[in-house]
């Protein structure tokens, strides 16, 4: 009985690993529809998706790389009629890494592998991404993101209207008003244990 009792125990030790580290669904925010895994071997610091209507870039506030094989939340919108989306990925040594894919609601994204700067994923297409200008870098020159005082906080600054957004304690996401063109967008939250944060930007 106790040996029964000790193996139950194992396999929910177990179970319990296996779902911190590859993430599971009851982590994922509320409304969040969409999410990317990268399974690669390369770490990035930002990862975004945009088309002509809409972009979202995601970072970790504390400036650790975005988690490996695990589930990277995205609120998507206005897929109704363009769903090809330009990926975009910048590493440690500021290298961007790119691909264009189709997004869906409630579908998840793998990266499965690099070649030379080209994302692989399976979602992969070759149709263009119509009227975009996707500069990952340039987008993100100008967002303040940091951990300050045990809060997370987030303000961006752009030529489009835009929001940002912030993930704090029980992975709970509280975002800033959409504001116009060249207005600050800014939010704060209590910090949790993973300390994301978004930029939405509308075209």
């Given amino acids: ?8 125990l ?3 030790i177990t179970l319990g690993g296996i779902c911190y580290f590859f993430g599971s669904d009851f982590e994922k925010p509320e409304e969040y529809n969409y999410s990317v895994i990268n399974e690669t071997s390369k770490k990035f610091k930002k990862l975004g998706i945009s088309n002509k209507r809409f972009t979202t870039v995601l970072t970790d ?5 975005l988690e490996n094989n695990r589930e990277l ?3 998507v919108e206005k897929l ?3 769903n090809i989306f330009s990926i975009k990925a910048i590493d440690e040594s500021e290298e961007i890494y790119e691909g264009t894919i189709k997004v869906k609601e409630n579908e998840q994204l793998i990266i499965k592998d690099i070649v030379g700067n080209k994302l692989v994923t399976n979602k992969d297409v070759d ?3 119509d009227n975009i200008d996707f500069n990952i870098k340039n987008i993100v020159k100008n967002w303040d ?8 906080k987030s303000k961006y600054i752009g030529k489009h209207k835009n929001a940002t957004k912030v993930m704090g304690k029980d992975l709970e996401i509280k975002s800033s008003d959409i504001v116009n063109p060249n207005e600050v967008a800014n939010v704060s939250y209590e ?4 300390n994301y944060s978004w930029i939405n930007i509308y075209h």
């Fill in 127 to 129: 149709e263009a991404v």
């Fill in 61 to 65: 506030v504390s400036d650790e790389n």
């Fill in 145 to 152: 993101y940091k951990v300050e005082k045990n809060k997370v």
């Fill in 80 to 82: 109704e009629k363009d």
């Fill in 1 to 8: 009985m106790k040996r029964l009792i000790g193996l139950g």
């Fill in 191 to 194: 910090r949790g244990h993973r």
């Fill in 10 to 12: 194992m396999v929910l």
């Fill in 73 to 75: 939340f995205f609120l």
